[in-house]
């Protein structure tokens, strides 16, 4: 039996994440940091003696962890993943999302010198680094240019986990995953905010969603196809960088008329405000990523398409209002 460890095990991939590799057979190992539950879905998935707190900021958690699951694979998604709130807590979320990153890998390296390869590394890259995109479709060669503290930090992240594979013999790959949402999105990103927005209207319960800019495009996936694909990266012979996303982007507008229009609302404007509390200082305007290389490699293909991720998303928030 193999054996992961899954930091930010109580986030949305972390729950995906654990579904899959527990349906594989794996022995599925977590962190959780000070202030994290493992309550709600997670709450006996996981046996308790295989949830272990730590902190990504805290080498010294993470080594003892390490030494406790004597895990085969480790998946870092652990971070402050709130492209947002970095604007105002860019010193925290560097430290947690970049340094804590570079923490893991220099546990992992002491804890495997004699051997090292012995256990494989993925990092949770993302399209926010490309930020002010430098080409029309993004992939593994585009150049970087994020536009946040979160990006920033996340650059930081890829590069000092490419530099250790590179130094040190890992095998560590990173996967810049483009937004992936679902059910279990939390309620700060846009996509939640709107389908339970939607649903809160539709049930009576508000009159208006109150939005920021809503212009923008993202290339939004589904987090549950999204997860297999960090797995497919880790079962390689050798570590690499990939892309992951469906190829096609979407304004925030196209998410409205299909979130507003599954409850029969053809027109969201008069329940739709916008307010400068939810711009941002820079903004990634436009991402649109190539996941060729997935495909040819890991033989990965998305399959929940943009229509069928904001019903789903929707219908879900609807049977819970
Ligand atoms: P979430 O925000 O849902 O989960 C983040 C997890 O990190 C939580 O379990 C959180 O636990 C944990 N965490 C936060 N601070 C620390 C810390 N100091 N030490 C240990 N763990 C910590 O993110 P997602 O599941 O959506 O994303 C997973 C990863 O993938 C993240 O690294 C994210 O940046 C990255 N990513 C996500 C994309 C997306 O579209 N979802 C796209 C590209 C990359 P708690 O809150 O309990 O402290
Ligand atoms: P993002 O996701 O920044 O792409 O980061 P988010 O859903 O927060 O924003 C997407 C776009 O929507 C615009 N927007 C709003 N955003 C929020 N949160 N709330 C609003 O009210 C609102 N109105 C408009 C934003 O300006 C932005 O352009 C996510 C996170 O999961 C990261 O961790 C991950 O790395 C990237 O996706 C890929």
């Not at 949830?51 to 080498?59: A, I, S, V, Y």
């Not at 483009?178 to 905010?193: A, L, Y």
């Not at 508000?206 to 993202?218: A, F, K, P, S």
Request: hydrophobic fraction near 40%; charge should be negative.
């Amino acid at each position: 039996m193999r054996t992961a460890l899954i930091t930010g095990i109580t986030g949305q991939d972390g729950l995906y994440l654990t579904e899959f590799l527990l349906a594989k057979g794996y022995a599925v190992h977590g962190l959780v940091s000070p202030r994290g539950e493992a309550t709600g879905e997670l709450d006996g998935l996981v046996e308790e003696s295989h949830l272990h707190r730590g902190d990504l900021t805290d080498l010294a958690s993470l080594m003892r962890t390490l030494r406790r699951c004597e895990p085969d694979e480790v998946y870092n998604l652990g971070a402050l993943s709130s492209v947002s709130y970095s604007f105002d807590n860019a010193h925290e979320t560097s430290s947690v999302t970049g340094m804590g990153a570079l923490n893991l890998l220099e546990a992992v390296r002491l804890h495997t010198e004699s051997d090292p390869g012995r256990i494989r590394v993925y990092q949770a890259s993302s399209s926010e680094m490309f930020g002010k995109a430098q080409a029309a479709v993004q992939d593994e060669r585009t150049l970087l240019w994020p536009r946040s503290p979160y990006g920033v930090a996340k650059v930081f992240a890829h590069y000092m986990t490419i530099n250790y594979r590179e130094s040190y013999g890992m095998h560590a790959s990173t996967g810049i995953l483009f937004n992936h949402e679902s059910p279990r999105r939390g309620p700060e990103f846009v996509t939640r905010k709107i389908s339970q927005g939607v649903a809160r209207i539709h049930a009576g319960l508000q009159d208006h969603l109150t939005l920021g800019n809503i212009d923008v495009e993202r290339d939004w996936g589904f987090a549950g196809d999204y997860v297999e694909a960090m797995w497919l990266m880790l079962q390689q012979d050798l570590p690499d960088d990939y892309v992951v996303a469906t190829g096609r982007s979407h304004s925030i507008r196209d998410f409205l008329d299909l979130a507003f229009g599954h409850v029969g609302i053809e027109d969201w404007t008069p329940y739709v405000r916008q307010d400068k509390r939810f711009m941002r200082p820079a903004e990634v305007d436009r991402v649109v990523g190539d996941a060729s290389k997935a495909e040819r490699v890991l033989g990965w293909r998305p399959t929940v398409d943009f229509s069928q991720l904001v019903a789903m998303m929707v219908e879900h928030d609807l049977s819970i209002v």
